[in-house]
Antibody, heavy 121, light 110 residues
């Protein structure tokens, strides 16, 4: 069974940092691009970032570019999101998501349950 | 980048059909066939319902169908059931190598 388990969320002050993790199991993690998607309380989905299967390419939403860094450790089947210079508007439930197939990305067939990040003083 | 445009809400009675639209630009919906639809029940993670505009993942009911014309994609749900009541989001790959989601549509089954 494919499983994604996020961790690392919590309460942080504006300007602070947090590192999220996503532990993957049940599939060949190193073969798939992985993304982070967030959802602010009561709001819609917002794609945050993607990292290709080998880790060679990464892309970011304009709203987090320069502040967030996505990475992965294929030996540990784990995805990360380093979040710096956090703002109030980064408050959200952060999901990690697996791509549907190995040959392309952008469509997500498996999602974790999310980890909540709250940015507040 | 602005979100793809979806109606905020739609409703229908059990057994009826409804369609949710998703409008983008030639740089996203109109330019690629990587359009997906997700269903999200309250407090749950999203679930992939349609990929590549019109394909259903294994296990998704054939009551769900997708299509695209120009810059607008559509999700149709036929034979509405109570459990279909949820939020629905479209998404598309973009020319900037990013993903855009729609603002979401709340489906109410009357």
């Amino acid at each position: 069974e494919v499983q994604l388990l996020e961790s690392g969320g919590g309460l942080v002050q504006p300007g602070g940092s947090l590192r999220l993790s996503c532990a993957a199991s049940g599939f060949t993690f190193s073969s798939y691009a992985m993304s982070w998607v967030r959802q602010a309380p009561g709001k819609g989905l917002e794609w945050v970032s993607v990292i290709y299967s080998g880790g060679s390419s990464t892309y970011y939403a304009d709203s987090v570019k320069g502040r967030f860094t996505i990475s992965r450790d294929n030996s540990k089947n784990t995805l990360y999101l380093q979040m710096n210079s956090l703002r109030d508007e980064d408050t959200a439930l952060y999901f990690c998501a697996k791509d549907y197939r190995t040959s392309s990305w952008s469509q997500f067939d498996c999602w974790g349950q999310g980890t909540l990040v709250t940015v507040s003083s | 980048q602005s979100a793809l445009t979806q109606p905020a809400s739609v409703s229908g009675s059990p057994g009826q059909s409804i369609t949710i639209s998703c409008t983008g630009t030639s740089g996203d919906v109109g330019g690629y066939n990587y359009v997906s639809w997700y269903q999200q029940h309250p407090g749950k993670a999203p679930k992939l319902m349609i990929y590549d505009v019109s394909y259903r993942p294994s296990g998704v009911s054939n009551r769900f169908s997708g299509s695209k014309s120009g810059n607008t994609a559509s999700l149709t749900i036929s034979g509405l059931q109570a459990d279909d009541e949820a939020d629905y989001y479209c998404s598309s790959y973009t020319s900037s190598s990013t993903v855009l989601f729609g603002g979401g549509t709340k489906l109410t089954v009357l």
